[in-house]
Every structure is written in structure tokens, then in C-alpha cells.
């Protein structure tokens, strides 16, 4: 597709449990960004890839959190031993210079 | 580091009335500054942006707006509200390799 495109759109889990969320940003994009949007609030900055440079990691919340990128394809999202202010929905951005597109995020629920 | 105010969280306008949403940022030089929609269950559709030049800009669905360096505003606008308009609208802003988003404006149109 043309777009971003961020797998599952919606996710269930018991506390405790390990997720992965996956992101397809859009060809031939170099940045890729997730952020976390908690109910009510404005998006929240948490890890930005270009291309094959170090990832900007200052806003990943803590070490629960860690995610990888496979040159400038898809890039996956774990949250280890989820907690209930886990909950959240989670945007994924690709750019190619200074515009960002979102996908249409995964929404993340911990029972 | 630089960051967004979104004055209203609410705002509730008849359709065809004139809509104007407010955005104040604080950053020392010329910013990046955009404005997103954001439909339930849905991502983010950039609505227009500001990089330099004409402090007008205009965007899709009929949006314009209006960047005043004096001011440190870039308010949204729309003429003639449309009831498929009611959705979340975030003003963000460039700050390094991220966008700082506001909290948002929830848009309600009255029939």
C-alpha cells in the first residue's frame, strides 16, 4: 500500500506478557518514529530510526521498552512484562524529508 | 525545549460556522510547524504545514492557517464548518529528530 501500515490494529493482553507491534512505513522513507498516545492526551515521542544511524531512544519510558529496524523496512516495537499504564495506542510515522505520515496505529489494551 | 499549547481542549460550532482553533509554541528560531486530524480509531492526516515564506498557508479539506511570529501562534481555520470536520486536531512542532505535539482540540459540530 501507499501508506503506513502498523500491525495489529488492536491488541489484548494480560499484564505481565510480552508484545511486539510491526510497522511498514512507506518505500523509500528513511525516518521512522513511533509515539504512544495515552486516552485524552497529545502524542508522546519515543524512538526515531534514519536510515543506518544510531536511533534517537530519549523517549522510550523505560528499559521494558526496546525496538529494532531492519535497514529502512519494518520496524517492530516490544514492550516486555506490560503493565496496566501500558495501555495506549501506538503510532508508527515514516518521513522522508520533513513531512511525517502515520499509519493508523495499533491500540494496545493490558487486562 | 520547545513546546505546544493547545488552548482549548473542546470546542462545539454550528455547521457552517466559521471555526478557528488555537496554537501557541515556544521556540527561539523560525519552526516547523504543522497541524494533524486525527478521526477515531484512526491515525493522524496532516492537514497542512509551515516551513517559511507566506505566514498563510493553505491546506486540505478548505483548512488554512495563519503563523505570527509575534504572536508565537499558528491558529487553524475554516470558513464554513462541515459536519464531517468533528474529529481531534494537534499542532505540533519540530524540535531535533521529533514532532512535540499539543494535547488537542476535540471538535464538536453542532447540526
Known amino acids: 500500500g501507499a501508506g503506513v501500515s502498523q500491525s495489529p490494529s488492536n491488541k489484548v493482553t494480560e499484564k505481565g506478557k510480552d508484545v511486539e507491534l510491526r510497522c511498514d512505513p512507506i518505500?523509500?522513507?528513511?525516518?521512522l518514529y513511533w509515539y504512544r498516545q495515552r486516552l485524552g492526551q497529545g502524542l508522546e515521542f519515543l524512538i526515531y530510526?534514519?536510515?543506518?544511524?544510531?536511533?534517537?531512544k530519549s523517549g522510550l519510558p523505560s528499559d521494558r521498552f526496546s525496538a529494532e529496524r531492519t535497514g529502512e523496512s519494518v520496524s517492530t516495537l516490544t514492550i516486555q512484562r506490560t503493565q496496566q499504564e501500558d495501555s495506549a495506542v501506538y503510532l508508527c510515522?515514516?518521513?522522508?524529508?520533513?513531512?511525517?505520515?502515520f499509519g493508523d496505529g495499533t491500540r494496545l489494551s493490558i487486562l | 525545549a520547545q513546546s505546544v499549547t493547545q488552548p482549548d481542549i473542546h470546542i462545539t460550532v454550528s455547521e457552517g460556522a466559521s471555526l478557528e482553533l488555537r496554537c501557541n509554541y515556544s521556540?527561539?528560531?523560525?519552526?516547523?510547524l504543522f497541524w494533524y486530524v486525527q478521526s477515531p480509531g484512526q491515525g493522524l492526516q496532516l492537514l497542512l504545514k509551515?516551513?517559511?515564506?507566506?505566514?498563510l498557508v493553505q491546506g486540505i479539506k478548505g483548512f488554512e492557517a495563519e503563523f505570527k511570529r509575534s504572536q508565537s501562534s499558528f491558529n487553524l481555520r475554516k470558513p464554513s464548518v462541515h459536519w464531517s470536520d468533528a474529529a481531534e486536531y494537534f499542532c505540533?512542532?519540530?524540535?531535533?529528530?521529533?514532532?512535540?505535539f499539543g494535547a488537542g482540540t476535540i471538535l464538536r459540530v453542532k447540526s
Open positions: 510515522a515514516s518521513s522522508s524529508r520533513e513531512t511525517q505520515h
Open positions: 518505500s523509500g522513507h528513511t525516518a
Open positions: 530510526f534514519q536510515g543506518n544511524s544510531a536511533p534517537d
Open positions: 521556540y527561539g528560531a523560525t519552526p516547523y
Open positions: 509551515y516551513f517559511s515564506g507566506d505566514t
Open positions: 505540533a512542532v519540530v524540535q531535533g529528530n521529533k514532532l512535540v
